[in-house]
């Protein structure tokens, strides 16, 4: 998996003596690196300096908990957009039942078509979205027209690395509605920087925010529904649908790919 090991071993290196114990190197593996948890992201949310009277754009925010986490957190005003009618359904149910219930509101819309007037927001946030937006230069321009000038979005946005193969590429965004061009994190960031934002910092998250979930909840039951889905497969598909597989079989074949570095989650701040 990483460019610097391309020298075949022997046998006698794979079987014989080595530097340390199997056990011994099992174990150090196993430790954990004290990952952070996703809500990290908050964290750097808060760099902004969004807070009380604030009025902050959650975009592609589904059911509008992180519009929620994100009222409860900082104190300001939230508009979560989504385009599925569900999750806005669902939303408004959360909202009505959340603390901060009264300072989020939910809309049907898209990135592409935002329902808010030029110059809204105090900052726009986008976790884990941007894979599903087939014309970015109009949505990033369209952040841009609701956007306060010279104020900032923070972008949540998986990448392919050099280890995923092209097949792989392929499968996994055809699963789970993603448009390829979009896991490209040079063609992503040169858009950004085309439409009119600075690009103030990139974090590479890695496999961290996963490490920290699936130390809480044991990420081998993903290899095992992995394993599940494709051995009895036409089973699967009687039980559950075609498109229910295909999105089951998808996500779990995504947070494996997440784990093993063939896919990077990466977190932007970038300003108008």
Not at 168 to 191: G, S
Not at 234 to 262: E, F, P, Q
Request: negative net charge.
């Amino acid at each position: 998996m990483t460019d610097e090991f391309t020298t075949p071993r022997t046998v006698e290196e794979m079987y014989g003596e080595s530097d340390m114990d199997w056990d011994d190197a099992v174990s150090l593996a196993d430790r954990s690196l004290d990952p952070r948890p996703r809500t990290s992201l908050y964290d750097t949310f808060a760099t902004l300096g969004v807070g009380e009277g604030g009025y902050v754009l959650d975009i592609g925010g589904r059911d509008a908990s992180q519009a929620l986490d994100l009222a409860e957190r900082f104190g300001c005003r939230v508009l979560s957009v989504d385009p599925v009618q569900a999750n806005i359904d669902w939303g408004i149910e959360n909202i009505a039942e959340h603390e901060y219930g009264h300072l989020v509101e939910i809309k049907l819309g898209t990135i592409n078509d935002i329902p808010a007037a030029d110059n809204a927001f105090d900052a726009v946030f986008a976790r884990d979205m941007m894979g599903h937006v087939a014309d970015l230069e109009g949505a990033l321009a369209e952040c841009r027209r609701v956007l306060v000038r010279g104020r900032a979005m923070v972008i949540h946005h998986v990448f392919a690395t050099a280890d995923l193969e092209p097949k792989e590429w392929n499968r996994v965004c055809a699963d789970l509605a993603l448009i390829p061009e979009r896991l490209d994190a040079e063609a992503f960031e040169a858009t950004v920087e085309q439409c009119g934002f600075k690009i103030e910092s990139i974090e590479r998250i890695g496999s961290e925010w996963l490490e920290h979930t699936l130390e809480a909840d044991d990420g081998e039951k993903r290899l095992l529904r992995a394993a599940r889905l494709r051995r009895d497969k036409d089973r699967m598909i009687d039980g559950i649908g075609v498109s229910s597989y295909r999105g089951v079989l998808g996500n779990t074949v995504w947070t494996i790919y997440r784990m093993i570095g063939k896919l990077e989650d990466r977190v932007y701040v970038i300003r108008s």
